[in-house]
């Protein structure tokens, strides 16, 4: 159990690692490639890169036996694909309009999101310590939602990203009804459909892109920001739960906040700095909240109560 544990534990780590490089080098893309566009190509790129994977594993035979979707996970398999269109777009949208290190910070709140969603829709237990983490997340989110706190103007952006959150946490708690079936398979049904589905809605509504080239510099990146990431989240969520792997998620905005200063030449302000610290202890709560603590809580007051 505790090995287990350890295990989901670092693959949520190597997911908001991987995931961390998104909203820099993203930022950077949208001159060339409008928002539901460069979601739908971010989303694609995870999908092709899935399928050379799940090639070059069929010719080395290391491919280990996976539980495949049925029919009985379809409205969670229909749910997530939505989702994944619906949030990406979002997030670009707000990273049009913010800073990447901002909107990483805001996506945070995508860790709320997930637990709040996991106990009312899907009875998922939570435990009063990530209750007090949700808490110091969501006052870091208001803090960098208001552009100017004196006269509490709502940034535009912000509002799009934590959207996009809201829009992951419920496909957190669907892709974690089918965790337990072959990432590999999850991974590239989101990539192919959700990516396809942000490349139609695009064309559609007459968005173009300027520089072709471009594209393939939006499919690594998706590939890695989410192919990659998706693949070793969907393994925590296996292992830890929903609401536990969104909470160990939480270390991809500081990461991409250090991406953010060297790529795209950010200045963090005060308000930054202050909604970090809120973050980070509201992080650090919500990652502590584990079975295996709270036994040992019980275990060493319980005799006094």
């Known amino acids: 159990m505790e090995q287990n544990r350890k295990k989901g534990i670092a693959f949520a780590l190597l997911a908001a690692a991987l995931y961390a490089i998104n909203a820099p080098f993203s930022k950077r893309m949208l001159a060339w490639i409008p928002p539901t566009l460069m979601a739908g190509f971010l989303y694609i790129g995870a999908g092709i890169g899935m399928l050379f994977i799940a090639v070059f594993r069929k010719l080395r035979k290391t491919e280990k036996k996976e539980l495949r979707l049925t029919k009985a996970e379809l409205p969670y398999t229909i749910a997530m694909i939505l989702l994944d269109i619906?949030?990406?777009?979002?997030?670009?949208?707000?990273?049009?309009?913010?800073?990447?290190?901002?909107?990483?910070?805001?996506?945070?709140?995508?860790?709320?999101?997930?637990?709040?969603?996991?106990?009312?829709?899907?009875?998922?237990?939570?435990?009063?310590?990530?209750?007090?983490?949700i808490l110091f997340i969501t006052v870091s989110c208001a803090i960098l939602s208001f552009e100017d706190i004196?006269?509490?103007h709502i940034s535009y952006g912000s509002l799009f990203v934590l959207l996009a959150a809201v829009c992951w946490g419920f496909e957190n708690n669907c892709t974690r009804k089918l965790s337990s079936k072959d990432p590999l398979e999850i991974v590239l049904l989101k990539g192919l459909f959700s990516g396809s589905g942000s490349?139609?809605?695009?064309?559609?509504?007459?968005?173009?892109?300027?520089?072709?080239?471009?594209?393939?510099?939006?499919?690594?990146?998706?590939?890695?920001?989410?192919?990659?990431?998706?693949?070793?989240?969907?393994?925590?969520?296996?292992?830890?739960?929903?609401?536990?792997?969104?909470?160990?998620?939480?270390?991809?905005?500081?990461?991409?906040?250090?991406?953010s200063m060297v790529i795209c030449k950010e200045t963090l302000t005060a308000s930054y700095f202050l909604a970090l610290l809120f973050m980070i202890v509201g992080a650090w709560l919500s990652s502590q909240d584990t079975p295996l603590q709270w036994k040992r809580i019980k275990k060493r007051f319980g005799h006094q109560s």
């Open 150 to 152: 004196s006269s509490f």
């Open 199 to 259: 490349l139609i809605i695009g064309l559609g509504i007459g968005e173009q892109i300027t520089v072709s080239w471009r594209i393939a510099a939006a499919l690594i990146i998706g590939f890695v920001a989410y192919g990659l990431s998706i693949y070793f989240y969907v393994y925590a969520q296996r292992l830890l739960g929903a609401a536990r792997t969104s909470a160990y998620y939480a270390v991809a905005p500081f990461i991409a906040a250090i991406f």
């Open 86 to 133: 619906a949030a990406p777009i979002c997030m670009l949208i707000g990273l049009r309009a913010t800073t990447a290190s901002n909107a990483s910070l805001l996506n945070n709140f995508e860790i709320a999101a997930t637990a709040i969603i996991a106990l009312a829709v899907f009875k998922e237990q939570i435990k009063p310590r990530l209750w007090f983490g």
